[in-house]
């Protein structure tokens, strides 16, 4: 069944920087488009950014353009989200997910942008 796992979340002061990975497996990862979403306390859940199966296209929620970077590596089954002048809005659970035959998730990471 698909796996998704999701790393690479912590503390981190606004202006700061991270990366998150999130590791597939259960499924042909290189056929399919990915998505990382996060979900922010007492808000819904929503897409931050998405990459295309092969990789050459990407698409960012407009809150996140141009400090955010989606990019996969298919030999590795890894999709990876950068980040960088964090905000405390940015704080959030972070979320890899994969639509196959329905919409799957990871358990999260949580990302939080405090002093």
């Known amino acids: 069944q698909v796996q998704l796992v999701e790393s690479g979340g912590g503390l981190v002061q606004p202006g700061g920087s991270l990366s998150l990975s999130c590791a597939a497996s259960?499924?042909?990862?290189?056929?399919?488009?990915m998505s990382w979403y996060r979900q922010a306390p007492g808000k819904e859940r929503e897409l931050v950014a998405s990459?295309?199966?092969?990789?050459?296209?990407?698409n960012y929620a407009d809150s996140v353009k141009g400090r955010f970077t989606i990019s996969r590596d298919n030999a590795k089954n890894q999709m990876y989200l950068q980040m960088i002048s964090l905000k405390p809005e940015d704080t959030a659970v972070y979320y890899c997910?994969?639509?196959?035959?329905?919409?799957?998730w990871g358990p999260g990471t949580q990302v939080t942008v405090s002093s």
């Open positions: 259960g499924f042909t990862f290189s056929r399919y488009g």
């Open positions: 990459i295309t199966a092969a990789g050459g296209g990407t």
């Open positions: 997910s994969v639509f196959t035959s329905s919409r799957n």
